[in-house]
């Protein structure tokens, strides 16, 4: 049973890496543009689907690197010309225009490549158990988690360490006197805009590797990001990260006792962390009011 | 910190209201009507067009549309045209679906009401549908007590009961992997029943259940259960979930490396997710309960490319479900030459389907007392690779559904008819 139970706590890393990856995107966005982008799920089955699509041409490698760049470049001119408009105004203006949006992407996924879940291949050498104990350490997941360290310390570095990044950080906090100051936001939005849903879109390849790939894939994956962002703190890349490993270490311990439970405990830790600390693990104090 | 006017200021209030939005949001769904003929006889569709069944549902949309079709051609039903109503009841929602059901039957007044791939939202419409005296043909969806503890005069159910799967395999694979179970069931009726039929029927047999989990509906992560199931050293690992759970379920098993250390297996199993899954992942022993390669059997075949006709693939078990179902409101209003509810379900008890309908090796029929429809079930195995492209099951044992249905009495169906 102990054993178990450590198995369950090492996977529940491995499948909260993948939850920050996608939270990572969506708390960027939120974070300095204020959208609550609830469309994130729609880009990561985009994301996804444009990868199957693209596997036969330039095989999974090839699919890895376009598929999210295309998805990013979408990202852009949706930002450009639905969501620009709304910034500024009530937040929840942003919030029924992506969530509309993430029905027509639920949709529109459908409409273009079937109801029905496609087989989305991976290459043979990253889909066998890399030990027979550790069964569940196979080369995809170790290989997921690599690219979800790179990503995260790429996106680290670049926030700390380029210029875009300490703009993007200075905005974060203070968007109307990084303006003043000469910072072009609108370009510094639609860059921001752009990184958080290229995340996306690497994590709908990911995701379609390790899961059956539908037009549900975004959907389903969408809330555990937002439990993953209230848990972490709102305002904090860090309390993202570190929200989405614990709501996966939940779910795998849970599944152990109370496997029905699996799913509600991130809403019942979400729940506790409202109460004893609403601002969230690692979140801003002063952001939540 | 001050507050940003130009952010707008997003705050965990927003966010947290938002999450709730989106969970309200899956009341709301969008809905098609098609144009209406004044004295067409109409048929109305309540059946999931989105979400984990959107899939099943749309392929028994197609069966419908196909038998829809053929009966216009033939003359439509009693010398009348035949219409169609289509409405998303959405994979999980019962409220929405009864809501469906109402509007469906309250203000497009239709002659037959057809629905759910899932079970819960079968049993839900069928209330509706009993309490309004519309006939119901449920297509898809399988817990027992549909045509069992909570069967009602108006309510034909197409697809097999789960304790009809669960028999229908149990001995297989006893015989051929073991005796020691390991369960991974959804959370909800359909899972709760299939698990109960699977764990008597092995029991019977000398079958134990070593451990198991309800898993929720539309959960993506298997590998904690898989974990567990495997340290629980089982002879065979049977897998209840379906759709695109079924799918998550199977790809991480195999990422796994769980095929070779324990056999896969489960009582039900549907060419959707087979068709979903990466070659090296089709793996496993499976009931079907109708497969589109069956050689020699009359007007499979004519089916098959007129279903590859329209849709581009081969049919699945949905959807000659969808298209039985709908040739059932055919035959039903032929039969009684009414279509007053009550006559046409009398008119259904012990009804035989022709064979360009029934499609398969054994007699179809509905059994009386139940409204249970008995036909053939096909036990096998997963293929990554068969004599065609869409071949992914190699039948193994065809079985005779009335071999496998228990007595009427055993269903706990106590049919009342209104006075």
Redesign the interface.
Known sequence: ?T??VL??IF??L??GAFYALMALGLSLI?N?????N?AHGGFLALGAYLAYTLIPYVGFWGALIAAPLLTAALGLVIERVLIRPL??????Y??LLT?GLA?IF??MT?FVWG????????PASL???LS?QF??L?G??VFMIAIVVAAVGGLFAILNHTRLGMRIRAGT????TV?TLGVN?RVLRSLNFGIGIYMAGLAGVLAAG???????IGA????PS?VA??VGG?GSLLGTLLGGLLIGVA??VT??YF??A???VMYVMMGLV?LVR???LL??????? | ????????????????K??L??AA?QVAS?FVIRARAADAVRIGLDNP????Y??P???ELVGCQMALDAINAKGGILGRPVELVVEDSTSGDAGAAVQKARKLIESDKVDFLLGNVNSSLALAMAQVSNEKGVLHIVPGGHTDAITGSSCHWNVFRVCNTTQMEANAIAGSLIKDYGKKFYYITP?YSFGHTLEAGLVKAAGALGGEKVGG????L????F??????A??MNPDVIIFLVQG?DM??AL??A?????QN?VHLAGAQQEL??L??????ARVGTWVMEWYWNQPGVPHVAEFVEATKKRTGRVPTARTWFGYLSTWTCAHAAESAKSLKATDMARALQGFHLPPEIALGPNPVFYRAGQNQLIASLFVGDAQAKGSAPDDLFKVTKVVNGADVAGTVEQSGCKMTWPA
Do not use: C, W
């Open positions: 049973m054993q178990v198995f369950n996977n529940g491995i499948v939120l300095l543009s204020g959208v609550i609830f910034y500024g105004g009530d937040p929840l942003g919030l969530f029905y639920e949709d459908r109801a029905q879940s496609v087989p989305f291949q991976v889909t066998t158990s027979s069964f569940f196979t995809y997941r906090r203070d968007l109307d303006s936001i390790l899961l059956g790939l539908s037009p549900t389903s994956l969408i809330m937002f962002i209230i709102l779910s795998g599944a152990v496997p029905s699996t799913e509600a409202l609403p601002r969230g979140g801003e104090e002063g952001r939540l009011h | 910190m001050p507050k940003s006017t130009s952010r707008g200021g997003v705050d965990r209030r927003s966010l947290v938002s999450g939005i989106l949001a969008p067009l989105t979400g984990t959107a899939g549902g749309k392929n959370d989990d309800l898993v929720p539309g959960s993506v992560d590998s904690s259960y898989l974990i567990k495997q340290g695109d799918l998550n790809k991480q195999v990422q796994f490396g769980l250390k959707e997710p068709e979903g899954l990466p070659p090296e």
